[in-house]
């Protein structure tokens, strides 16, 4: 019998930790394995309600279990923001071509997260440390609203401890309770201490800011090619097959989800 | 390939015999009283064509179909809303145990546009199981079209009016009856049971169907000469200097996003995997979808790339002619003309296509 590619595999929420009053994080165990490689996506299923493409959060490394880190925003997360521990739940991929680490290698590595644009991000992190010797330096900026909605606060001030690593984190509005940074992503990205010749920043956030962050990359001297980006867009199949997230000659599901600048320049409204 | 004659009045044997083997479908017309005028003043017909199961034909009467069915045939292939899996248990296996399809009627506009489907169902990483069962067990009995209705423009992308490769059999009407190609293994065996009522065709015969071919072609190329379709090479270059073209806002203007044109489209493909829930389980349906309808690129938070219905129209072209193009090496669109004959906004890919060409090689002085 062929594969059928539609067929979720079963995966039960094994732990919930709210991150924000909108974002959770769910520790997913599949009823057999299951990997990835860093910036893949898998179409979760919410059973009877449908399914939508979320990229792990979680270190690649582990095969028995998975995070994605979801924010409230439409039909299929607001049920799936009032499920249980015990709950099932489906997966289907892993689909994307994700990070391509080999190209990272030997590099200073700029990483740029946007609000829950982090989840991705952080498996991509897990996977830099598990072969730290072979970077130059890991450079993370974050960005969020307001204090509230920073996500993995417990894990950013460890990862910023780690060797190689120079963490920061703004907001655009801070709090009284806010002794860091406040202002624009962007505003935090001057003065890094990068090699531009062998560079590379990967960012993924909200659509406008990805494209204000590499407005200001280009600026900072950062080429085409070595800007990274995730491409949000409608997915349904996971496969380059139902034809919903088309992007130039590309279908983000299959060529992307990360793009590099260059390679999706010169298409009209990247960024709608 | 071998080449039989067929007499006319024995081409329900052959049905009959595919038949016990075969879920085969046949053309059955819809009659119309109208003929429509072309601007070349041929009167061209407006009957229409409909595959039918040919238990079913039988009683209506079967007919040899002049040129295209009304529904696209990739509708033999994914259904418009089928099942495709229940979770959480084993797959779907509703084919198991089915007959085969055989479809009769197809043309060579349709076999064009099955070369996308194709592309789209079996290549890649994946291949869909549902699509790929059906089409390796299909019988493919493709005819000639000795006539054409007024939307038909394959000859403008150089896409014949008849087929010579690409399917199992094929039918040509010639004098009382027919010349059979056989084009596959399946075919040849289905051909040594009715070696009976088959000749082997003579060169005369072979050359009248030439002759036959030559004077539908021309005959059409006459009739598009009025809608000045730009050549297949151009319509990358067109389609994409075009994308600030005032001819999307102006052309969409009487779209009434019925989504008729992608359905009866042979080429699109785009479909949503949706699912039901059903007490203790649920089910996934693979559904056509189309992007001429608002929600098609919109994602949770409500952001939508297509907001607007010229960018969705826009997309459709840039999808068809430049994507396709890139990634295949041809486009997405055989010249059947179904969107023409449905759209109630009479929106006309000839006349768009025209107006794009005109707008990049000859601007208004």
Known sequence: ?272 | MKTYYLEGHNLSKFYEHISASFNLYVPTRIKSPLKVPCEHSFQLPSDDYLLKKYEEAKKEGIVFNDYRSIEPVRIFFTHFKEKVCDYFHGPADKEKNRKPLAICGVKNCDLFALKIQDYVFLEGEQADPLYKSRRENALVISGDCPNFKEACFCRGFDIDPFATKGFDFNLSPLNDGFLLDVASDKAEEIVNALKGILTPANFGQISGRYAKRESVVKRMEEHLCYHQIPKKETLKEIVTAGFNSPVWQEQMQTCVECGACVFACDTCHCFLLADESRKERAERFRIWDGCLYKNFTTVAGGANPLRMRYMRLRNRYLKKFDFFIDNLGFQACCGCGRCIDVCPGRIDIRYILKRLYDEKYLPAA
């Not at chain 1, 406040?182 to 494209?211: E, S």
């Open chain 1, 1 to 272: 019998m062929m594969k059928n590619i539609y067929q979720p595999l079963e995966a039960v929420i094994e732990d919930i930790k709210e991150e924000t009053s909108t974002i959770k994080t769910f520790t997913l165990r599949p009823k057999s394995d299951f990997s990835f490689a860093t910036g893949q996506f898998i179409e979760l299923t919410v059973p009877g309600i449908g399914e939508g493409p979320f990229t792990p959060s979680s270190d690649p490394g582990i095969k028995q279990r998975l995070d994605v880190t979801i924010m409230k925003a439409g039909r299929i997360t607001a049920k799936l923001h009032s499920m249980q521990k015990g709950d099932s739940l489906g997966i289907r991929g892993p689909y994307g071509k994700g990070y391509a680490l080999d190209k990272f290698r030997g590099k200073d590595i700029v990483i740029v997260g946007g609000g829950v644009g982090l989840a991705p991000l952080r498996s991509l992190l897990f996977s830099l440390f598990s072969e730290i010797h072979n970077y130059n330096k890991i450079i993370l900026r974050y960005g969020s609203r307001t204090p509230f909605d920073i996500i993995y606060k417990g894990s950013l001030p460890e990862w910023s401890k780690k060797e190689k690593v120079d963490a920061l984190v703004s907001v655009d509005v801070g709090d009284p309770g806010w002794s860091g940074k406040v202002g624009l992503v962007t505003t935090i990205l001057d003065g890094m201490p990068v090699d531009l010749n062998k560079a590379v920043a990967i960012v993924c956030g909200p659509p406008i800011m990805m494209k204000f962050v590499t407005l200001k990359l280009l600026d900072l001297g950062f080429q085409t090619k070595d800007i990274y980006l995730s491409m949000e867009k409608n997915m349904s199949c996971g496969l380059g097959k139902c034809g919903h997230c088309r992007l130039g000659r590309y279908y983000a599901c299959k060529d992307g989800p990360v793009f590099t600048y260059e390679e999706i320049k010169d298409i009209h409204d990247i960024w709608d």
